[in-house]
């Protein structure tokens, strides 16, 4: 099915299930321990063997020589892989790095042998005993030093302009010219890079924790050089990715290399500071930020430029991206660069680009308004457009940021925000509050499934999308009972395989519009499949409480499979919609925080998020995910920094013990409203993605509190105490 036109009324539009607060169907299995991961298939691979990864001591150099003999003589030990004894190993489409090093390193931890044993304590003390001698060579470990060697990358648009920023910038009456640093984060996941290998004559199957089994399934093939038909990846549930798991780690390569060395099955998982230096993470970025306006508000000029770096033949966090749509303004420019790290992969992390990005922009908007006297809020309004900046013949699909501002202050009691920053105070603590707005493009991605009606009127869908505890065995399983006119309990989903039809997968805020869309696709045609056996006319049927009636005749669903299964695949394209309407979703963020005035402790006391994202196919799961983005930007604000060690090159704080994320106690209550809206633009389903818009611009709105609280501006994330402390208000 191609989607190439606007949504008219459909089936879904019903919302007797979807749109509904469903509790999610994989709950039970999770909180009772018998939902299987990667790691636990002990049913499947009852007698594996364990893998243990051992990782590069230099983060630049190359191999002199590497001695196995204590390792291989350990007990329990069953081989042992290194580069040299792995066979001829290519590079997948979306690794930058070797996932197997040697005899050249490119990064610290680069994973460089596997040592196969009976146990994984045995594999693990062997690991210990092997022997490699390095040659290091010089690196790059400093982005804010690589600064001023960056360049345009070889990949994508990286400059834009529209007018003359220059003149445009010139001219305005107020400006502003700031520097805003982020550092690298961690995903941090709970669960490791983690899977399990088995080898049946020249075909493998993997099960691994992957949120695209799809582009997993075809690196594996391509690092190995074996068809892409002899691979089979299976992902049935992935305790959280954040794009961390959208491609295929060194666990994957190295227990399938260890399994065929050891001749049965193998498991590895990633330690924890493998996850950190081996796997990717998101990018540091140095911003600069101009925005130059009239007097009464209006934006004449606004430029971005984003520094970052990556191992060569990587990308660079794209972190202007949401500058080029969010608010009006004639002349803009916006450019990226690119700087040669020797540090772990730079790659995709929760809303890559835009989370970055905001950090600053946000934080500029605000430092904007101040000079103009201005509210934060009525300053954003005042710059809304409903075109694209860049191409003002092309208009948003939808673009309600404006409720989204006003319902928010509204809720959050805004009115009360003191003007003038560090002068509201309750006992020791300094109280400000902040907001953003939060901006993410909507992403469709092409996806397919299969469904199955049987003799017992129960419907089975197939699709290889995964969850990463998002819900989306619970939204494919509502779109299905919505378009068959069954109840939920009559559903079956199964996700996480190759051998079913070809997802979105999960990424980017376009995995839920894009699988149900598929699901949706599948439906059609099995109720058309339906229609026919019982000698309906398809396009007058209504399927409703387990029957298809059309007109005066109704007839349980049941007798269309009677004779056997009725089954019926297809896939949700998508045509030129997307090119004609800008496609985004938007949010606006506002928290309220308060700072001790002699220790310089920061507390969150209230947050709330207000987003506009299409229809909201499940409201429950919906707003768990945005509590969940909004607790990592949280992190993001106040915590989160993968400290570089800018001699020998390795994240130093790789483990949950140095790498501070949130905890109950750092988060208050969250609220979140998601306005009624459907956008026809984007899907059959009129929805779009709400998981990564959920952290965008969180972390400048509590960047914005401290600073209503303190009067005291802290452009470089982290906001930690050490950089505002001395420039506290007196204490009274």
Same mark, same amino acid.
């Given at each position: 099915m191609k989607f190439d036109t606007p949504a008219t009324t459909n089936p879904i539009d019903r919302l007797k299930v979807v749109g509904q607060p469903v509790d999610r169907i994989d709950g039970p299995f999770k909180t009772t321990g018998t939902a299987h991961y990667a790691y636990e298939q002990h049913e499947a691979v009852p007698h594996h063997a364990y893998g243990y990864v051992v990782g590069s001591s230099i983060a630049k150099g190359r191999i002199v020589s590497i001695d196995l003999t204590r390792a291989q003589r350990a007990?329990?030990?069953?081989?042992? +892989?290194?580069?040299?004894? %792995? =066979?001829?190993?290519?590079?997948?489409?979306?690794?930058? &790095?070797r996932l197997l090093g040697g005899p050249e390193i490119e990064h610290y931890h680069q994973a460089v042998a596997v040592v196969v044993a009976e146990t994984f304590e045995q594999a693990r003390a062997a690991a210990q005993l092997v022997r490699v001698d390095y040659a290091r060579s010089p690196g790059k470990f400093d982005l804010a030093a690589?600064?001023?060697?960056?360049?345009?990358?070889?990949?994508?648009?990286?400059?834009?302009? +529209?007018?003359?920023?220059? %003149? =445009?910038?010139?001219?305005?009456?107020?400006?502003?010219? &700031?520097?805003?640093?982020?550092?690298?984060?961690?995903?941090?996941?709970?669960?490791?890079?983690?899977?399990?290998?088995?080898?049946?004559?020249?075909?493998?199957?993997?099960w691994t924790a992957n949120q695209m089994i799809d582009w997993g399934r075809g690196d594996v093939a391509i690092t190995l050089g074996i068809p892409k038909e002899n691979v089979r990846l299976i992902s049935p549930y992935i305790g959280g990715g954040f794009g961390g798991k959208l491609f295929v780690r060194s666990d994957a390569l190295l227990a399938a290399l260890g399994a065929r060395a050891a001749k049965r099955p193998v498991a590895v998982a990633l330690p924890r500071p493998f996850m950190i230096n081996n796997t990717t993470h998101r990018p540091a970025t140095i911003q600069r930020i101009r925005i130059g306006a009239s007097k009464d508000g209006k934006i004449q000029a606004i430029g971005h430029e984003s520094w970052s770096g990556d191992l060569p033949g990587g990308d660079p966090e794209t972190a202007v991206q949401q500058t080029r749509l969010l608010y009006a303004g004639a002349n803009r420019m916006t450019a990226t660069r690119l700087a040669v790290l020797d540090l772990p992969e730079g790659n995709a992390m929760r809303a890559p680009g835009e989370a970055s990005g905001l950090m600053a922009l946000e934080i500029a908007i605000d430092e904007m308004a101040e000079k103009l006297g201005m509210d934060p809020v009525e300053f954003r309004i005042l710059n809304d457009t409903q075109v694209d900046p860049e191409k003002p013949d092309r208009p948003f699909s939808q673009r309600r940021l404006v409720e989204c501002l006003r319902t928010g202050a509204k809720r959050f009691g805004w009115e009360h925000r003191a003007t003038r920053p560090a002068t509201r105070r309750d006992g020791r603590w300094l109280v400000g509050m902040g907001m953003a707005a939060a901006f993410r493009n909507n992403l469709v991605m092409k996806s397919g499934a299969r469904v199955r009606l049987d003799r017992n009127g129960r419907v089975t869908v197939e699709t290889d999308m995964t969850d990463i505890g998002t819900g989306s065995y619970t939204i494919i399983a509502q779109t299905a009972a919505e378009m068959m006119g069954l109840p939920l309990d009559r559903i079956d989903v199964r996700l996480g395989d190759s051998t079913f039809p070809v997802s979105s997968g999960s990424g980017g805020q376009w995995g839920g519009n894009s699988s149900t869309a598929g699901v949706y696709a599948a439906c059609v045609k099995l109720r058309e499949a339906i229609a026919q056996k019982l000698g309906l006319d398809p396009n007058a049927a209504n399927f409703e409480d387990g029957k298809v009636a059309v007109g005066q005749r109704s007839v349980p669903i049941t007798q269309a499979a009677a004779a056997g299964d009725v089954v019926a695949e297809d896939s949700m394209e998508y045509g030129d919609l997307g090119k004609r309407y800008q496609q985004s979703t938007f949010g606006a963020h506002f928290v309220e925080a308060r700072v001790d005035a002699a220790t310089g402790e920061i507390r969150v006391d209230r947050m709330l998020a207000v987003c506009a994202a299409g229809r909201i196919l499940n409201p429950k799961s919906a707003r768990s995910q945005v509590i969940g983005a909004m607790t990592m930007g949280v992190g993001a604000a106040l915590m989160e920094e993968l400290v570089v060690d800018r001699r020998l090159g390795f994240f130093v704080n790789h483990d949950l013990a140095g790498y501070e994320v949130p905890v109950h106690a750092d988060i208050p209550h969250q609220d979140v409203v998601f306005l009624d809206e459907t956008d026809p633009m984007s899907s059959p389903m009129k929805a779009k993605g709400v998981g990564e818009l959920g952290i965008c611009g969180v972390a400048a709105a509590v960047a914005n509190a401290v600073y209503n609280a303190t009067g005291v501006r802290v452009r470089d994330y982290p906001v930690t105490l050490d950089k505002f402390i001395d420039t506290l208000p007196p204490v009274a």
């Open positions: 007990p329990g030990v069953l081989a042992i +892989v290194t580069a040299k004894t %792995a =066979g001829k190993l290519d590079k997948g489409k979306f690794n930058t &790095a690589a600064k001023d060697s960056a360049r345009k990358p070889d990949r994508g648009k990286s400059d834009t302009a +529209v007018g003359d920023f220059a %003149a =445009g910038f010139a001219a305005s009456a107020v400006k502003l010219d &700031a520097m805003y640093t982020t550092p690298d984060h961690s995903h941090a996941m709970m669960e490791p890079h983690a899977s399990i290998a088995a080898w049946e004559g020249d075909k493998l199957t993997l």
